[in-house]
């Protein structure tokens, strides 16, 4: 089983920033791709950027130009937050995606507000 362990969460306020870390027990190139989730109070889970194998990213309309994905050795994935909005408030979780099923971290909790 892949484990996954997002950190770097918190409080910020409105137009801050926050990097959330994903470290992964095996190396991101034996899945298609990694990704970045997150969930608000009362709404769906739903995407927000991903990496594939070759490094090819893609993003939600809501979050192009502020945030991005990005990788570092072959155990860590990042998701870098740039001019967040009260919106933004979210568990995010971690994604490993195979070919047969999805691998999900415990999640960490961005809160944006004054």
């Known amino acids: 089983q892949v484990q996954l362990v997002e950190s770097g969460g918190g409080l910020v306020q409105p137009g801050g920033s926050l990097r959330l870390s994903c470290a992964t027990s095996?190396?991101?190139?034996?899945?298609?791709?990694m990704g970045w989730f997150r969930q608000a109070s009362g709404k769906q889970r739903e995407l927000v950027a991903t990496?594939?194998?070759?490094?090819?990213t893609d993003y939600s309309d809501s979050v192009k130009g502020r945030f991005t994905i990005s990788r570092e050795g072959a155990n860590m994935v990042f998701l870098q937050m740039n001019n967040l909005e009260p919106g933004n408030t979210a568990v995010y979780y971690c994604?490993?995606?195979?070919?047969?099923?999805?691998?999900w971290g415990q999640g960490a909790q961005v809160a944006v507000a004054s």
């Open positions: 994604n490993a995606r195979l070919i047969s099923r999805d691998c």
């Open positions: 095996e190396s991101i190139f034996n899945f298609n791709a």
């Open positions: 990496i594939n194998v070759g490094g090819k």
